[in-house]
């Protein structure tokens, strides 16, 4: 259980800080707003994905 919450907190990092550091080397931003940015995205993806899969398993036992 531990190694799954350090790899997903490790991806949610490294998510956060790729989108950061190009938002932030495209001078349009600086660098706390492309952080802010950038961990906001990779939240809004990581838990995309759950809420999809929560979404399709509902569907599932609904047709049942």
């Known amino acids: 259980?531990?190694?799954?919450?350090?790899?997903?907190?490790s991806s949610v990092?490294?998510?956060?800080?790729?989108?950061?550091?190009?938002?932030?080397l495209t001078d349009r931003y600086s660098l706390a707003q492309a952080l802010i940015i950038g961990?906001?995205?990779s939240l809004a993806g990581v838990?995309?994905?759950?809420?999809?899969e929560w979404i399709k398993g509902y569907m599932k036992l609904k047709q049942k």
């Open 47 to 52: 838990f995309a994905t759950y809420l999809i």
């Open 39 to 41: 961990v906001s995205v």
């Open 1 to 9: 259980m531990k190694k799954n919450i350090a790899s997903f907190l």
């Open 13 to 24: 990092i490294i998510i956060a800080v790729t989108a950061a550091g190009a938002l932030w």
